[in-house]
């Protein structure tokens, strides 16, 4: 996945960053983060 391997890159990220990396909206990046939050990735 493109976001982890920007993550071990760049483990500092903002939702505006992950959006642009993963190509989506803000929300969707900030549901995605939050989902990784829950699950102990970030």
């Known amino acids: 996945?493109?976001?982890?391997?920007r993550l071990f890159e760049q483990p500092?990220?903002?939702v505006n960053r992950v959006a642009e990396v993963i190509d989506r909206s803000y929300p969707v990046a900030n549901d995605l983060v939050s989902t990784f939050e829950s699950l102990g990735l970030l």
Do not use: G
Request: net charge negative; proline share 0%.
């Open 12 to 14: 500092m990220i903002t």
């Open 1 to 5: 996945m493109i976001l982890l391997d």
